[in-house]
């Protein structure tokens, strides 16, 4: 195996890397990576379920839960009861947390422009989709 080829290696490095650069930067503005997270998929998801924004993002449940709670003191989010049923809460995005989601999405576009300067669309396009390969490879809950 090459060298170069260790995927898992540099895989691993590149998200530690990766992810302190991004709390850095959203530390700074007082929300996390996973609170921007929430506020990316309420932007296009105003009134999800809790349950789906969990499983969107890949956060356990009981994860979701505290997160959600954190979010809604920090004036974030809003709770409500699903109106078919009322166990279940959907989560509302707040003027807040419309004006933190907005600002988050221009640090992450600038990220994102960072990981890819210096490399083709096509070559991008062959990094995406075997990082979306990853999800089917490696299915969430799967010891495979």
Known sequence: MKAEHRLIFLLT??????QR???????????????AGVLFFLGR??????GDVSQALDIVPSAMSGL?????RAGLVK????GEDGRSQRLHLTAAGQEFGKRAAT???AINNRLMDGFSDAEIDV????LTSLQDKFP???DS
């Open 68 to 72: 959600a709670d954190r979010m809604e």
């Open 140 to 142: 969430k809950g799967k």
């Open 45 to 50: 998801n105003d009134g999800a379920l809790i």
């Open 21 to 35: 650069a991004i709390e850095q930067e959203t530390a700074t503005h007082d929300l996390t990576s996973a609170q």
């Open 107 to 109: 640090r992450t576009r």
């Open 79 to 82: 709770r409500r009861r699903d």
């Open 127 to 130: 990094v995406s989709r075997w």
């Open 13 to 18: 490095v590149a998200y530690r890397r990766l």
